[in-house]
């Protein structure tokens, strides 16, 4: 797992428009809410994401932006963003290499079918790519504002 102090795993991933996004474009610029979630169109999904969204304007104004990652497809992400009224970038995870280097894939067999799953963890990273908090089975209601405290901590 990775923790406080470490060094953000650098990556690429498409957003909801299928352009690619790369993790370090965001060094010395914002600091990072980089959560991952399970699925698009989820109880636990939705409730997150509305959460979060309704902190953009919270976060921007401490230079902060939020990335949400899952397992879904671009086309899916798009669905999602516009059924809930997101702005804020959701990035296509589709085969789990982020959420492996992230620590955050789950694996479990069902019925002879291995299937895989992403542990709901949340991310804050510095504006030098240093991750101040690693945030690991968290709950979806009432995250948003916890991740809010620590970034206004990161002052």
Request: glycine letters at 8%.
């Amino acid at each position: 797992m990775l923790q406080a102090g470490d060094l953000a795993p650098d990556f690429e991933l498409p957003d909801a428009k299928m352009e690619l996004l790369r993790l370090s474009s965001f060094r010395d610029v914002s600091t990072v809410v980089l959560y991952f979630f399970n699925k698009d169109h989820t109880p636990g999904g939705i409730t997150e994401a509305v959460e979060f969204n309704d902190r953009v304007a919270a976060f921007a104004g401490l230079d902060a932006v939020i990335l949400g990652v899952s397992l879904d497809d671009c086309l899916a992400h798009e669905a999602f963003r516009e059924e809930e009224g997101l702005d804020f970038d959701l990035l296509a995870d589709t085969e789990g290499e982020v959420s492996r280097l992230y620590h955050v894939l789950t694996e479990w067999e069902s019925h002879g079918v291995v299937r895989y799953g992403i542990e709901r963890s949340t991310f804050v990273i510095d504006k030098g790519g240093v991750i101040r908090h690693a945030l690991y089975h968290v709950q979806a209601k009432g995250h948003a504002a916890e991740v809010f405290d620590y970034v206004k901590q990161l002052g």
